[in-house]
């Protein structure tokens, strides 16, 4: 700001508004964070890698690398305020490096597309399950028949390439409408909603799960069961669940209103995100064990294991239910997240209106999905590489693109961007500016280089 009065130029503002209140930013990012990845893959992964051991690696990374990381994100958008790729251009040169840094951006934008491709498969499921719950398939059902409703549904390309579809189709109507009237309801609503909806949850599986075997899962490390993969999979999964790496939260910074803290909001979001993804493992780990199920299930766990475990128990329509529906709310504000990026750069890139770009991005992405919902079924004996082409786009994206974006976002911000500036930013050069550039400059990309190289066997 001072730089740029100095230059007698007005302060910067964004072309597609801004959010409200420092609340509405909050929720917002908070909603994009609060996902498939904290109630769906977080439970799987620490159920496939050793429970407890896996969630001490998962919050180590998301404190010591996710804060500083998401720190640099948004300082980075606030201060470009465009879409990703024009503000890595526009800061690369005037910070006095390159604009060239623009292809940083544009991979952050191109892996979110990548990730809502295969993120709305999932999403689809969840809007199923939801009318699966209710019609009462599950009541009484044995491990078979349930299984037998997830395979006869995930087998069907035409079931989830509606579901699928339909997914799409609620996610380009409420980014068409703009960060105000679009982002900013929905997730004023759908945030708190499903806040609400989880702590119902937790009260159920307190009253009628094996809670203290479901605790002792999530908290007793094992050491034994956690490779290096494991511990990959955990940085993963940290920026997964933060949204880290591709350029969202920069994208959502761009509309943050100068004033605002960017370390204690980011420090709520963080926190928010970590509790909600402790409590799905609190809500679905006791109910696994009450009902003798198997933890390790992989991404069945939460389809395939819990609508088992529901359908054993008074209530079951009810709360399964109401299961799937904060599972739909938290993916459809993540998706906004994942989408925004990509709308912003078309909008500014082409000056079509938002609602085209909306339309254009979904259906490109739209396009792309059904590969992930042919990896289901007519393609699921297709294998490469690290199995179906589920399983590579999600290998890929989270274990290497997502980190590898993290860490040249990172650099950029601590190592590119002249110091005045990111203490601009940050609200002066005090105590927490000091501890944000240590952790950014030092901490963290040593990090995220040492658990990758370690984890592709680079480093023995
Ligand atoms: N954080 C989301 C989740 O946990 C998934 C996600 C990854 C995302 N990157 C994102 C969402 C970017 C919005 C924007 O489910």
Redesign the pocket.
């Known amino acids: 700001m001072q730089q740029q009065e100095a230059a007698g130029q007005a302060p910067r503002t964004s072309l597609h508004g801004h959010w409200s209140s420092r609340l509405a930013f909050i929720l917002a990012v908070t909603g ?11 439970p799987y992964l620490a159920g496939q890698n050793g429970g407890g051991a896996f969630v001490l690696v998962y919050l180590l990374c998301v404190f010591v690398i996710g804060m500083p990381v998401m720190m640099s994100e948004i300082l980075i958008g606030r201060r470009g305020r465009r879409n990703p790729v024009a503000t890595m251009a526009l800061l690369g040169e005037e910070e006095g490096h390159s604009r060239r840094w623009q292809w940083v951006g544009a991979m952050a934008v191109v892996t ?1 597309l990548f ?1 809502l491709s295969y ?1 709305s498969v999932v999403a689809g499921w969840t809007l199923a399950y939801v009318q699966k719950s209710m019609s009462g398939v599950f009541v009484g059902a044995s491990p078979a028949q349930v299984s037998a409703v997830f395979e006869s549904f995930t087998g069907s390309w035409a079931q989830v390439g509606i579901a699928h579809t339909l997914f799409m189709a609620v996610t380009i109507f409420v980014v068409a409408r703009g960060v105000e009237r679009g982002l900013e309801q929905a997730v004023k609503f759908m945030v708190p909603a499903l806040i609400l909806l989880m702590l119902i949850l937790l009260g159920y599986s307190i009253n009628s799960g094996s809670f203290g075997l479901g605790f002792k899962f999530m908290f007793s490390p094992n050491f034994a069961a956690l490779s290096w993969d494991g511990v990959l999979a955990a940085m993963g999964q940290a ?8 350029g ?2 920069m994208a959502y910074g761009a509309y943050l209103p100068e004033e605002t803290s960017i370390t204690s909001t980011s420090a709520v979001v963080i926190l928010a ?1 970590t509790a909600i993804a402790i409590l799905a493992g609190l809500v679905i780990f006791p109910l696994v064990f009450a009902n003798g199920l198997n933890p390790s299930e992989g991404p069945g766990l939460v389809f395939d294991t819990l609508p088992l475990a529901f359908g054993q128990m008074r209530g079951g329509v009810f709360f399964a239910t109401i299961f799937f529906v904060l599972l739909a709310f ?2 459809w504000t ?5 989408m ?1 990026p990509a709308v912003a750069w078309l909008v500014e890139h082409s000056h079509r209106t938002r609602a085209q770009a909306a339309v254009m991005v979904g259906g490109l992405v739209w396009s792309v999905g059904f590969g992930t919902v042919l990896s289901f079924n007519a393609l699921s004996g297709f294998r490469l590489l690290r199995g179906t082409i589920y399983d590579n786009l999600d290998y890929i994206t989270s274990n290497v693109m ?1 980190p590898l974006g993290g860490l040249l976002i990172t650099i950029f911000a601590a190592w590119v961007m002249c110091r005045n500036s990111s203490a601009d930013e940050l609200g002066g050069a005090g105590a927490i500016f000091k501890s944000w550039r240590f952790l950014a400059r030092y901490v963290a990309p040593v990090a995220i280089a040492f658990i990758f190289l370690r984890a592709v066997g680079v480093l023995g």
């Not at 994009?32 to 977080?42: D, E, M, Q, T």
């Not at 993540?334 to 994942?338: E, I, M, P, V």
């Open positions: 994009s964070a609060v996902g498939l990845g904290n109630i769906w893959k977080f979110g990730i993120y920026f997964f669940t933060l949204s880290l790496g591709m969202a939260v995100d938290a993916a993540s998706a906004l997240g994942l925004e997502l």
